[in-house]
Each structure stands twice: as C-alpha cells, then as structure tokens.
C-alpha cells in the first residue's frame, strides 16, 4: 500500500464528481475552525454550494470567504492480517481545494447555481419558486489551489 498524489486534473475532477458530500472548512473571528458537511454541484472549475442565510457558517464566510474544501471516494478498508490492528488501512482518493467564496445574488446565477448543485444529485430539471430564491443563500467557491492523495495498493 502506499499513499500517492493526484496530479492529473482529469482523476481530480472525476474524485469531485464522485463525491457525494463535501466537506467546508473555513475559520471564524476569533480563529476558531469550523467545518460542516455540505452538499454541492461541480462545474467549469467552480464548486457551487448554497444554504441558509443566517446562521454560523453565513457569519464566518462574511467575515473571512477563505476556505478548504474536501472530497472523498472510493473508500475500502484492507488489511494484510486480520489480527494485527497495525495492518489495516484505507484505500480512498480525496482532493482538497482552497480558495475563496464568492457570493451570488443574481436571480439567473442564483438558479444556476442551485441547478448545478441539483445536477450533482439528479438529472431531473427543476424549477425554483421566489419566495426560496430569496431564503437561500448561493456561493462558489473560487479556486487557488487543488492537490489529491489516494491510497492504493498494488
């Protein structure tokens, strides 16, 4: 087994595609971390997130929009004897972006972004009612840095 780096964009994007929830790092005020758990929707280099308008996460991202985010798949435990605690490992591939969120308040982008986050999950097309396009909140996050690891075993 041996941990190695993604390098290639293509496995990086298809470990973000595969992932079924995210993972929203970021740090408040008082330089306390905070994480939450997040659905989300990938494209052209952007990953879309949204929620409600109030509330912690709203608050530190007003503050600081300087995240992390984390993806990860393809997780299978292996060990090499079943009675040694120290063999067991996971296998996995995760990527991890840092960068900044940007917010969007556009009705159009607004839609467009939760159709993304939507196409994450489903291939239906959905309709968004005013009322919760304004209760929600949309953002991106803005990309500086990606790297990947995986576990693999040969």
């Known amino acids: 087994m041996r941990v190695q780096q993604i390098t290639d964009k293509d496995e990086m994007t298809a470990v973000i595609k595969k992932s079924q929830v995210c993972h929203l790092a970021m740090v408040d005020e008082d330089g306390k971390p905070y ?64 960068g900044d969120i940007e917010f969007i308040e556009d009705k159009d982008r607004k839609i467009k972004a939760l159709d993304i986050i939507m196409a994450q999950y489903s291939d239906r097309e959905f309709k968004y009612n005013d009322p919760a396009l304004r209760e929600v909140s949309t953002y991106r996050v803005i990309m500086r840095e990606i790297t990947g690891r995986k576990m693999h075993y040969r």
Do not use: W
Not at 41 to 57: F, M, P, S, T, V
Not at 64 to 91: G, I, R, W
């Open 35 to 98: 994480l939450v758990p997040m659905n989300f929707g990938y494209e052209d280099g952007y990953i879309y997130l949204h929620g409600a308008q109030q509330g912690r996460k709203m608050d530190i991202l007003k503050n600081n929009p300087a995240v992390a985010v984390n993806f990860t798949t393809d997780h299978e435990l292996k060990y090499q004897s079943e009675h040694v605690a120290c063999s067991y490992s996971m296998k996995y591939r995760s990527v991890t972006v840092e």
